[in-house]
């Protein structure tokens, strides 16, 4: 079964609104990333966040962590067209010979 | 740097056929992961070598096997071809081994067996 599970499975907004995406866990983490892959294409590498650390920012990216909760959100805001995607969260087990285990993902659509 | 290179891109089978993907890591990189992801599976971690060791491997059958050279270039197979074995084929490099650091994914090749 995934070790991560987003939330929506999908998502519609305008351009220039706000998206925010979370993903559940099961077991603790070494750290959790955050991917986005284009149609049928190669996953790109969007943040890393560190089981010891809370929030982290990329230019218009946010993402939290909540171990407490084992659950991670990333906001994406000023939406853009080119943000259409989908995006998963993947999580380094520690205990499971250290390997990615990648969430179901969410499926952004942004109109212009 | 260049990126993560796989070939071939495409690719169509018959079912029973065997298959060979290859992958070429970002130079200087010593681990390679590959994924399987379908529609109805999402992405599915396959295995993962580190300096010519299979250090990780996922939940799949016998038929899917790899390797990793010395220059850390891997190819992976998949022997006895079944039509559930269409999917996108991704691999990743890092420099580190397992989820410990950011991957590095190429494009991937798309298997479709008839």
């Known amino acids: 079964s995934q070790q991560g599970e987003e939330d929506p499975q999908a998502l519609s907004i305008q351009e220039g609104e706000n998206a925010t995406m979370n993903c559940s866990y099961k077991?603790?983490?070494?750290?959790l990333q955050w991917y986005r892959q284009n149609s049928g294409r190669g996953l790109v590498h969007l943040i890393l966040i560190r089981s010891n650390e809370r929030e982290k920012h990329s230019g218009r990216l946010r993402v939290t962590l909540d171990t407490s909760k084992k659950s991670s959100s990333l906001l994406i805001t000023a939406s853009r067209a080119a943000d259409t995607a989908s995006y998963f969260c993947?999580?380094?087990?520690?205990?499971?010979?250290?390997?990615?285990?990648f969430g179901t993902g969410t499926r952004l659509q942004v109109f212009p | 740097k260049a990126g993560v290179t796989q070939t071939p891109r495409y690719l169509i089978k018959t079912r029973g056929q065997q298959v060979t993907l290859s992958c070429s890591p970002i130079?200087?990189?010593?681990?390679v992961s590959w994924y399987q992801q379908t529609p109805g599976q999402g992405l599915q971690f396959l295995f993962e070598?580190?300096?010519?060791?299979?250090?990780n491997k996922g939940n799949f059958p016998g038929r899917f096997s790899g390797r990793q050279f010395s220059n850390s270039r891997s190819e992976m197979n998949v022997s006895t071809l079944e039509l559930g074995d269409s999917a996108l084929y991704l691999c990743?490099?890092?420099?580190?081994?397992?989820?410990?650091?950011?991957?590095?994914f190429g494009p991937g090749t798309r298997l479709t067996v008839l």
């Open positions: 130079s200087g990189h010593r681990s």
């Open positions: 070598y580190f300096s010519e060791t299979q250090r």
């Open positions: 990743a490099s890092s420099y580190l081994s397992g989820g410990r650091d950011t991957q590095y």
């Open positions: 993947a999580t380094d087990v520690p205990y499971n010979t250290d390997k990615l285990i």
């Open positions: 077991t603790s983490i070494n750290n």
